[in-house]
């Protein structure tokens, strides 16, 4: 067994499964926020229930988040101690940041908004939500400092084989970090607006399978109530699932709008900082000016696919060069032309360094694992076009008020969720597998000596074996598969349950059973939480 690819395997299960809570964090955060400043203005109360009922699941996805993350912070230091040893100076600023002004913030201010129903006053109320979701936009801010400093180191110089911050400000302003930023931003809202998408679909359909609503003879809604069916059966109700949906569809494709526009920018950027990931996303072996639409290669090359069995299927000329360069005519780089540069400025074998273990000595592959790059890059374009696709489709098949009467159609838009997550997971793996066989990439404008990098294999704990990570590794995947159980068993609970699982108050009213008195929830402060 080797440490390194055990070590490895563990921080990209946890950092998958940990990302998979954080865009949906950021994007419907936001949204409460704005629903409740719908509420506090309009004084409608769809409003208050929409942003009762988003709340509470955004509260269930927000713990789950941030159990989740803690994991991170220990594995720097107990599976990837050298790496933190190198890059501790630099990371210590922006992580330090992210917790006492972003993540202090965001749990404060979400802690006085979940008890201060009725108790605090409106607007102040409407703050603490604001504040809460404002704080994990900066988190987002913060964390993506950090990685974009490993995707494009700046600001320091090596001092005792060690990256020793010399210029806060250029690590803050690293243009990398404000590219990615808006990217991922733009990302969450995708998310956000794709599970406001799939769940409102939903409860519209229910309420035509239970003929609550039902439509006339042009197609459109006529609005229904049913107190018999449960609580909150009513015309608000109706309000609450369209609104949401039509503005969960808005939001994705504005989102998508804007990962793409970012998206366009970053690969610019990456073409520059990171040649090699991008040659590799494309499977552009030689230097050219067409996007590949589909290549494949030896399905028996057992991940060791390079230039020498690729077959390119299916190309358009000149898109490639246009989204590097913005000219259809001007060649992108490709595998053999950079190779030969990569080994001359970085070498062709590993040092003979007690530091890289039994790897040292080893050659160097500055060819990142092309099936992950190239598909990865595919899936996260294909997965986001489809959640926007879907939302256009949403806007145009509801225009007359209700969706349709199909349990099909009903159960794929709950399922399209999934896609606007898949888009954002498969992201995160092509930044981050892309940029092999560095865990800090070099900066293409520094030269010599200086030159600000790590390789993985430098960067494993020295003194950790492979057992331990192995066990760790199952440990740890065995507690986010409960913890990944409870979360969708919550969000199906809730999310089945409609707007009185978010206000038993509702239930109360319609006179359900096991409810509890007025006096008793006005006494409850944990009852929203629950």
Request: glycine share 10%.
């Amino acid at each position: 067994m080797d440490p390194l690819e055990i070590a490895r395997w563990q921080f990209g299960i946890t950092t998958v499964y940990h990302f998979l809570m954080v865009p949906l964090t950021i994007g419907l955060g936001f949204v409460v926020a704005c629903l409740q400043t719908a509420w506090v203005v309009k004084k409608k109360p769809e409003y208050l229930r929409m942003t009762k009922f988003w709340g509470k699941l955004f509260l269930i996805n927000f713990i789950m988040g941030v159990a989740t993350g803690i994991v991170q912070e220990f594995q720097f230091g107990m599976a990837w101690s050298e790496y933190s040893r190198f890059v501790g100076d630099v990371f210590g600023a922006p992580l330090a940041m992210e917790a006492l002004l972003a993540f202090f913030v965001e749990s404060t201010f979400l802690g006085l908004w979940i008890f201060g129903w009725n108790r605090l006053p409106k607007l102040v109320h409407l703050a603490c939500i604001w504040a809460a979701s404002l704080a994990t936009i900066l988190s987002a801010y913060f964390i993506l400092v950090a990685n974009s400093w490993m995707q494009h180191p700046v600001g320091v110089e090596i001092q005792d084989g060690r990256a020793v911050m010399t210029d806060a400000w250029a690590v803050f302003t690293n243009n990398t970090a404000l590219v990615t930023f808006p990217h991922t931003i733009f990302g969450a809202f995708a998310v956000a607006g794709g599970f406001l998408l799939g769940i409102s679909w939903y409860h519209l359909y229910r309420r035509r399978a239970e003929g609550i609503d039902t439509v006339d003879a042009e197609g459109r809604v006529v609005v229904g109530e049913a107190p018999k069916l449960g609580a909150a059966r009513d015309k608000t109700d109706y309000k609450v699932w369209i609104k949401s949906l039509r503005i969960g569809a808005v939001v994705a494709m504005v989102a998508f709008t804007g990962v793409a526009f970012s998206g366009h920018a970053q690969a610019q950027l990456m073409i520059q900082q990171q040649p090699m990931k991008m040659a590799a996303a494309e499977a552009a072996c030689h230097d050219g000016t067409g996007f590949s639409v589909l290549a494949v290669g030896d399905l028996l090359a057992k991940g060791q696919t390079d230039c020498s069995n690729i077959v390119a299927v299916f190309e358009l000329p000149g898109l490639l060069s246009f989204l590097a360069h913005e000219d259809f005519t001007t060649p992108v780089r490709g595998v053999n032309s950079l190779l030969p540069e990569y080994q001359e400025k970085y070498g062709t074998h590993l040092p003979n360094d007690p530091i890289y273990g039994e790897r040292a000595g080893e050659e160097i592959n500055y060819l990142p694992v092309m099936e992950v790059t190239y598909w990865g890059f595919r899936l996260m374009i294909t997965f986001g076009g489809m959640a926007a696709v879907a939302a256009a489709i949403a806007l145009w098949t509801t225009r007359k008020g209700t969706v349709y009467n199909n349990k099909w159609i009903s159960r794929l838009a709950v399922f399209g969720i999934l896609a606007p997550f898949a888009a954002n997971s498969a992201g995160w793996v092509f930044t981050e597998m892309g940029r092999q066989p560095f865990v800090v990439a070099p900066n293409p404008s520094m030269s010599g000596v200086d030159q600000v990098f790590m390789y993985t294999a430098a960067a494993v704990s020295p003194g950790v074996t492979a057992g331990e990570l192995l066990f760790s590794l199952i440990g740890l995947g065995l507690i986010y598969l409960v913890l990944l159980v409870v979360e969708v068993k919550l969000l199906f609970r809730y999310v089945r349950g409609g707007i009185p699982s978010a206000m038993p108050e509702l239930a109360q009213k319609s006179g359900s059973e096991g409810t509890k008195n007025n006096d008793e929830q006005d006494n409850d402060v944990l009852a929203f939480a629950y």
